[in-house]
């Protein structure tokens, strides 16, 4: 018998069951993207039938990091850029956990972008939802990695010299095997696709266009967008890494220019995840690792009998 | 060293074999009834560099390198990049025996590879042979390997004629050779060995050096470990399944033992992209319920700052190991310090609470790193063992009976679900997973699937089922009860009361004082001090934090006046009796050394007789002393 008997129970689930009974008052500003985030999570969590104590968030430093406060599950929220790395353990230990990292676009594509670029290479089975407001929200309004080119602030008075990052193209040279963006001012495919990414077996990386009304004002509020997916005027196969690439190209430039883009970007259903390659070479145990420990029959080895004869 | 003693030293170049020959050679000597300690020097480089292991070799029990040494094998450095006079490092091809003669005993043997090196190439070096009445064997032993096998059996031909001088039986390394190597080359190695031997016995005045290896026996069957062996099964032995790392010297180590293991034993490794994330998927896997361990040395430490904060404040059990080398920045990485235990004292933003032991030996390291899990996980709270280049790296023989405990994998004060449904929630049925009011400060947790046990961690201050808060008193309560599990940890130990070590005798006048690595060293200088008619006892130091500030403060109160010793350039474990006593400087000198090899016995008679005792200069600047507060 699991020690963890909210893994895998299936049951009829509202989307309420995520709202905890005691909510607290959100610290997010009237009419921020961060309660599109939220909502859309508990509604792929109730259509998936999660039970709360399967689900593991992880966040990190920022308005976004606090997802896991205003969502019933089990919840980390960690330091500032590194969700990814606590998350991707604790998906190790126990896989049977539905693990989702969050953090906004300075803490996975700043601060944690080495973490980002090494768990897309690395494919593990989790999904990471990005923020993106391309701005410091918190910290009152500074200039992001992902802010347009002469984006003037506090801290970058004379308009930002760089270049913003393109999230999607790096998420998809680093590895990442479903990429998809959503706006949080379009619930419905925010849902499904994140319903998607969960499913999926892999890393699944969402971008998530959350408008700040206080910090960004001058940015759009990420209105009017269109689907890529749906539109007949963008032609692509999101299979194939080639076309893939060029749509993203061609949707990270259209964002500074007022078009918002959004879908499914890539989808790679063949590839395995981390997890099943490590287990493919013998690294990693078939059963959970967690569940080991709560199993009396199980005995465990000890360095007397196993390694002390070469030593001797 | 005494008369009985062989030590031996093994020179050569970085990849010309030397770390296995002398492991070789040690572990025969040990199943052949002595007692051997090992000592590593070398550089930070693949190829070439002058490197040596020493061995020493007695009847007795042994607890350090020894004083210089009496037995020079120089293979020399068959990778020498550049042999050229005008090179910035010198003619390294000549180094290995060139740069060891200053250490060597007086009646001492070199043995050469004459095939290799040429002694016209050493200054005054006949004159110093003479001077210091040293015995020296000029042999081919690159020929004889050539002959019979390959270059790199040279080794062998330079153990065995080390054999045949120092009268060790030839099948006790024969035989350590039939399990050691593989068939084909066995066999080859053999007759480079016999040819070596037999030609030094017939050609060469063996008989002429006093040097020796003397004859024993163990009364128990001994195991030849390492430091970092014994951190590696301690966390076998407590359950642990699960490490992450990033490689860096001298950690690497304990690194590999455990991912070589894991595997077969059902557990995970992770090399990972840096040291955060290192210590951040520990934190994952344990967060999850696996015991798990992270660990580095200092600059990789340095990343682990973060995640160690973040540990403490949402109190999930983590062991780290830390190496430390001598800094700052990437410093001298294959040289042993102690410099950075203040570093992983207090290291991450905020009050620091959190556990650390710093192991004086090999059996200590298993025994601390063992108490290290059981402490992370009951007390939920980061431990720590802190050790260095030294410890982890040299092989002493250590009782088989040691290991001999059972396995451990209790995950500490974690509830099951059953348990879950009678503890109290808050109104969103998320579990009080931080609750005020506990006995000992522990407040048990649940685990991520559990049934009825979700909660928020965070590294934000916050209220009994994790929500994030400033209230005041809820800070106070929660802060409070995190520092008290420092003052149960420190009631545990003190009851069990085993890990720092006292020697000498109890009313001795002179105190000497050190941590972690140092122990045996000191020791052994003190039994020296009193054999020459001193009075003094040694306290070795393992628990950092808490501190045992009554043990110390006794220690203390019980001498006229201690001298402090440790492998810092700015006596931070001195300041840290001071600040955890409150006062004492004005009785502690310090003795320090910080030039990138460890204490020997000999620098501490020495800085205790002349800079201490007599209050003079010391000869020269191996070493520092550093008077007390007031002179």
Request: hydrophobic content about 35%; overall charge negative; some cysteine.
């Given at each position: ?12 689930k509202?989307q ?6 005691l ?87 700043g601060?944690?972008g ?23 929200g ?31 193209s790096?998420?998809?040279?680093a590895?990442?095997s ?40 001058d ?39 007022g ?12 590839r395995?995840s ?6 493919q ?26 390694f ?5 | ?34 007692h ?56 390294e ?32 070096f006949d004159?110093r ?5 040293w015995h ?8 004889m ?42 066999e ?24 020796s ?24 032995d ?9 490689p ?36 994952g ?5 696996v ?47 102690q ?23 090999a ?101 009994p089922?994790?929500?994030?808060s ?8 929660q ?36 941590f972690?690595?140092?122990?045996g060293?000191?020791?052994e200088?003190?039994?020296e ?7 003094v ?14 043990q ?29 006593l ?29 800079a201490?005792l ?18």
């Amino acid at each position: 018998m699991s020690a963890f008997s909210a893994i895998g129970e299936e049951t009829e689930k509202d989307q309420n069951e995520f709202t905890p009974g005691l909510e607290p008052q959100p610290t997010w500003c009237p009419g921020c993207g961060d309660f599109g985030v939220l909502k859309a999570l508990k509604g792929a969590a109730a259509e998936l039938g999660l039970s709360p104590d399967e689900m593991m968030v992880m966040t990190g430093i920022g308005c976004s990091g606090k997802l896991n406060s205003y969502f019933n599950s089990y919840g980390f929220h960690t330091i500032h850029g590194r969700s990814l790395p606590i998350a991707r353990a604790a998906k190790l230990a126990n896989p049977g956990l539905t693990v989702v990292a969050a953090g906004g676009d300075g803490d996975g594509y700043g601060i944690g972008g080495n973490h980002f670029m090494h768990t897309a290479r690395e494919n593990h089975d989790i999904t990471y939802i990005v923020f993106n407001n391309e701005i410091f929200g918190l910290t009152k309004g500074q200039t992001s990695p992902t802010s347009p080119k002469g984006h003037k602030s506090k801290t970058q008075p004379h308009g930002s010299a760089k270049t913003p990052l393109r999230p999607l193209s790096l998420s998809l040279n680093a590895g990442a095997s479903y990429i998809a963006r959503t706006a949080a001012v379009n619930p419905n495919q925010a849902k499904e696709i994140i319903v998607e990414a969960i499913e999926h077996d892999g890393f699944s990386h969402v971008d998530f266009l959350t408008q700040c009304p206080t910090w960004n004002k001058d940015a759009r509020q990420y209105v009017p967008y269109i689907d890529i997916n749906e539109s007949d005027d963008y032609e692509f196969d999101n299979t194939n890494r080639a076309e893939a690439s060029e749509m993203m190209f061609e949707t990270e430039n259209a964002l500074h220019e007022g078009t918002v883009l959004t879908g499914r970007y890539y989808v790679d259903s063949d590839r395995p995840s981390y997890q099943q390659e490590k287990k493919q070479i013998g690294e990693m145990p078939e059963e959970p690792l967690a569940e080991r420990y709560f199993d009396d029959s199980y005995e465990w080895e000890r360095s007397y009998d196993k390694f002390l004869d070469k030593h001797k | 060293m005494t008369d009985h003693e062989l030590i031996w030293r093994i020179a050569g170049g970085s990849g010309d074999g030397i770390a296995s020959t002398s492991q070789n050679f040690a572990k025969a000597l040990m199943r052949a009834g002595l007692h051997v300690f090992t000592h590593r020097h070398y550089p930070s480089r693949i190829r070439g560099g002058h490197t040596y292991t020493e061995v020493r070799v007695s009847a007795d029990p042994i607890q350090s390198r020894g004083d210089g040494y009496n037995f020079l094998l120089a293979l020399g450095d068959s990778f020498a990049r550049n042999p050229s006079e005008g090179a910035y490092y010198g003619n390294e091809e000549i180094k290995p025996l060139s740069e060891n003669l200053d250490e060597l005993a007086e009646g001492g043997v070199i043995v050469y590879d004459s095939g290799l090196l040429d002694t016209s190439e050493i200054e005054d070096f006949d004159e110093r042979v003479e001077e210091n009445n040293w015995h020296v064997y000029d042999i081919d032993l690159r020929s004889m390997a050539r002959e019979h096998g390959r270059e790199v059996m040279r080794n062998t031909a330079g153990v065995a004629v080390t054999c045949a001088i120092a009268d060790i039986e030839p099948d006790v390394i024969k035989s350590l050779m039939s399990d050691a190597m593989p068939e084909k080359i066995l066999e080859p190695n053999f007759e480079v060995f016999d040819d070596a031997y037999e030609t030094v016995k017939s050609e060469y005045d063996v008989d002429a050096p006093e040097v020796s290896a003397p004859t024993g026996e163990h009364d128990e069957e001994q195991v030849l470990i390492s430091g970092s062996d014994a951190i590696a099964y301690a966390a076998i032995d407590e359950g642990c399944r699960f490490i992450s790392g990033y490689p860096m010297t001298p950690w690497t180590e304990v690194f590999v033992i455990m991912s070589q293991n894991l595997p077969e034993l059902g557990g995970i490794s992770e090399q990972v992209e840096d040291e955060i994330a290192a210590a951040a998927l520990a934190m994952g896997a344990s967060h999850a319920g696996v015991k798990a361990m992270s660990g580095s040395s200092g600059g990789g430490f340095s990343l682990m700052s973060e995640p160690l904060g973040l540990a403490e404040i949402t109190e999930t059990p983590i062991v780290l190991v830390e190496a430390m080398r001598a800094g700052p920045s990437t410093g001298m990485p294959t040289k042993p310090e102690q410099s950075d235990m203040e570093h992983v004292l207090y290291t991450s933003q905020g009050d620091s609470h959190r556990i650390v032991f710093a192991p004086g030996t090999a059996a200590e390291a298993y025994d601390q790193t063992r108490k290290a899990f059981q402490i992370a996980y009951e007390y939920q709270i980061p431990s720590i063992v802190l050790y260095d280049q030294k410890l982890g790296g040299e092989l002493s023989n250590v009782p088989a009976s040691v290991f001999d405990e059972e396995p451990n994998a209790d995950l500490g004060s974690v509830l099951s679900e059953a348990e879950l449904e009678e503890a109290p929630h808050d109104d969103s049925g998320k579990y009080q997973r931080y609750q005020h009011d506990t006995e000992n400060g522990v407040s048990p947790r649940s685990l991520p699937g559990q049934k009825g046990g979700r909660y928020l961690a965070t590294g934000n201050e916050h209220m009994p089922a994790g929500h994030i808060s400033e209230d005041p008193d809820n800070r106070i309560a929660q802060m409070n009860r995190r520092m008290q599990k420092v003052e149960s940890i420190r009631e545990e130990l003190d009851e069990d009361g085993e890990f720092n070590t006292v020697y000498g005798p109890e009313d001795a006048d002179y105190g000497l004082v050190t941590f972690g690595s140092q122990q045996g060293t000191v020791e052994e200088a003190a039994a020296e001090l009193n054999e020459k008619g001193h009075s003094v006892k040694v306290l070795g130091v393992s628990e950092l934090m808490p501190f045992p500030k009554e043990q110390v403060k006794s220690f203390l109160d019980s001498v006229d006046e201690a001298l402090v010793v440790e492998m810092t350039a700015s006596a931070q474990f001195r300041g840290l009796v001071q600040k955890e006593l409150g006062g004492y400087g004005d009785k502690m000198s310090s003795l320090l050394k910080y030039n990138g090899n460890p204490f020997e016995p000999l620098d501490i008679v020495e800085g205790f007789e002349t800079a201490l005792l007599e209050g003079e200069a010391l000869p020269d600047n191996r070493t520092k002393f550093v008077p007390k507060v007031g002179e």
